[in-house]
């Protein structure tokens, strides 16, 4: 079973970029369907972006152009590269092991309940 711990996040303004890093410890890491969570203040948690095993790779339609995700098996370790940030990107960014294998962002949903510490992230004039 994969963790997770988050970094990256911070607040910047309109038209930044962040690049966030997620550690998994535990193995099978390249194994996975992996993706990238957030959570606004007030809503429903959303997944944002997810790669499969073979690297491919799935967005939300907001972030597509603007954001991109990547791994380094060797590291165990999973990158968002966000750029041209909107306020409505802010939230705290989280990743987790997507049960249903990065099929679209839209349905990615977590294997488990349990979360890493996650990154904030805010963007905002």
């Known amino acids: 079973q994969l963790q997770f711990v988050e970094s990256g996040g911070g607040s910047v303004q309109p038209g930044g970029s962040l690049r966030l890093s997620c550690v998994a410890s535990?193995?099978?890491?390249?194994?996975?369907?992996i993706g990238w969570f957030r959570q606004a203040p007030g809503k429903e948690r959303e997944g944002v972006s997810c790669?499969?095993?073979?690297?491919?790779?799935n967005y939300l339609d907001s972030v597509k152009g603007r954001f991109t995700i990547s791994r380094d098996t060797a590291k165990n370790t999973a990158y968002l590269q966000m750029n041209d940030l909107k306020p409505q990107d802010s939230g705290v960014y989280y990743c987790?092991?997507?049960?249903?294998?990065?099929?679209?962002?839209?349905?990615?949903?977590?294997?488990?309940?349990?979360w890493g510490p996650g990154t904030q992230v805010t963007v905002s004039s």
């Open positions: 790669f499969r095993s073979d690297a491919s790779t």
């Open positions: 535990g193995s099978d890491f390249g194994y996975q369907a």
């Open positions: 987790a092991i997507d049960r249903n294998f990065c099929y679209r962002a839209t349905s990615m949903t977590p294997r488990g309940s349990s």
